[in-house]
Antibody
């Protein structure tokens, strides 16, 4: 079964850091581009990072650029999101999501994890 | 940044009725527009990619159309399990962006 399982969420104080993980199974992880998408409570979806299959290309929106870092370990079938300088506006459920297979560049997200909740509060 | 505006915000319909959801982009996204369905407490599910291609396992009652800046998701005859929130998303330019969503509720 194709699956993504996130972990690492929790309560963190403003200004703090957190590292999320996403473990993939059921497919050849190293062949797929990956993303993180978040959803604040009761709100819509916001894309927060992308990484190419080899890990040499990343992209972020301005809202997290310079604070969040996406990475991957293809040998461990794992995707990561290092989040620093967190604020209350970063409170959300964070999903990892797989790109549809494509030649290169971003695509639609065909497989999603169940999400992990990050709460930034004092 | 490409802004995607979805309308209406809420659509109240009965099972068996046709649902028409709109997504308008602030600039052309060519054909690179996807649609997702999300139910409470669940992750989004990909329905349609590149305007009109159904994702694996998606029923034929879901269809997508449009190009450039105006796109439509049509559900030909609503089933009870189709009542949910629907989001559009563009992959034409960075940053990738989503629309604000349309909630399809039971009338």
């Amino acid at each position: 079964e194709v699956q993504l399982v996130e972990s690492g969420g929790g309560l963190v104080q403003p200004g703090g850091s957190l590292r999320l993980s996403c473990v993939a199974s059921g497919f050849t992880f190293s062949s797929y581009e990956m993303n993180w998408v978040r959803q604040a409570p009761g709100k819509g979806l916001e894309w927060v990072s992308y990484i190419s299959s080899s890990g040499d290309t990343m992209s972020y929106p301005d809202s997290v650029k310079g604070r969040f870092t996406i990475s991957r370990d293809n040998a461990r079938n794992s995707l990561y999101l290092q989040m620093d300088s967190l604020t209350a506006e970063d409170t959300a459920v964070y999903f990892c999501a797989r790109d549809l297979p494509s030649v290169s560049g971003p695509d639609a997200f065909d497989i999603w994890g169940q999400g992990t909740l990050v709460t930034v509060s004092s | 940044e490409i802004v995607l505006t979805q309308s209406p915000a809420t659509l109240s319909l009965s099972p068996g009725e046709r649902a028409t959801l709109s997504c308008r982009a602030s600039q052309s996204v060519s054909k690179y527009l996807a649609w997702y369905q999300q139910k409470p407490g669940q992750a989004p599910r990909l329905l349609i990619y590149d305007t009109s291609n159904r994702a694996t396992g998606i029923p034929a009652r879901f269809s997508g159309s449009g190009s450039g800046t105006d796109f439509t998701l049509t559900i030909s005859s609503l089933e009870p399990e189709d009542f949910a929130v629907y989001y559009c998303q563009q992959r034409s330019k960075w940053p990738l962006t989503f629309g604000g969503g349309t909630k399809v509720e039971i009338k």
